[in-house]
């Protein structure tokens, strides 16, 4: 994984919205058809290393015509309100975008979606493509709410197996948290997180010290939400934080 994207903080802005030079990963995820949500196109602002070299977008229209230059600018990528509400992450340390893409082809642009719309990219070593699925599971799923009350969504046992049979969990004193196993369509696979086996849950837990606490939680009852609806996310952007977040 690139330094980078571990150093990465967490969400500003969660919306509902491999080709040449690109980084691919896996697909984690079974889709019968690519509606452009499969995947995430991550644009970072700089690579690492002595050789590195600043970042510079075209994002285009279909037509060909430039829809919005991105650049680096002090080791920034600056927000810019032709995005705004539009894309899927936007770090608010300003390191990187995110968008929800089609699956790349080679020698092609990458299709992006902004909004309702797409828009293409001309690919990068600055780009990183992974699996929905991939890109979720840097992240854990902590549900907002007070002690004792409902959280926000339905949980689902197996809801291919039982579609009908949905779980109400109320919110605990401590806060419950959730691994992202696996997503699948608009389904999202979640995992109790074991927090007695954190060593420190107020500072950063390492990446090694993250794989013990996973392992440690593969006994906790695993559960579905229904986390997005065609174009519309359904978790709320500051219930996703990012594993190496402080």
């Known amino acids: 994984m690139n330094k980078m994207t571990t150093a990465l903080l967490g969400l500003s802005t969660l919306l509902g919205i491999s080709g040449c030079g690109a980084k691919q990963s896996n697909s984690q995820q079974t889709m019968n058809e690519d509606d452009g949500y499969t995947f995430v196109a991550t644009l970072f602002c700089s690579m690492d290393g002595p050789n590195s070299s600043p970042a510079h977008y075209y994002l285009k229209n279909p037509d060909g015509t430039l829809y919005l230059d991105i650049h680096n600018e002090e080791n920034d990528l600056t927000p810019d309100s032709l995005l705004d509400g539009k894309i899927f992450v936007y770090y608010w340390n300003v390191v990187s975008y995110a968008f929800f893409c089609k699956r790349p082809e080679a020698g092609k642009p990458i299709e992006v979606r902004v909004g ?65 196993r696996d997503v699948q369509g608009e389904w999202m696979k979640i995992q109790g997180i074991d927090y007695s086996a954190c060593p420190d849950r107020e500072g950063v837990i390492e990446e090694e010290e993250w794989a013990k606490v996973s392992k440690a939680s593969e006994v906790n009852p695993s559960y579905w939400i229904h986390w997005r609806e065609g174009s519309k996310i359904l978790i709320y952007p500051n219930e996703f934080i990012h594993k190496y977040s402080v």
Not at 154 to 170: C, E, M, R
């Open 116 to 180: 309702d719309e797409w828009k293409t990219l001309e690919s990068s070593a600055h780009i990183q493509i992974d699996s929905t699925g991939k890109f979720l599971q840097q992240y854990t799923y902590v549900p907002r709410g007070e002690e004792g009350e409902r959280l926000p969504l339905d949980f689902y046992p197996n809801p291919k197996v039982a579609p009908g049979k949905k779980i109400t969990l109320i919110q605990d004193s401590f806060g419950r948290g959730f691994f992202i």
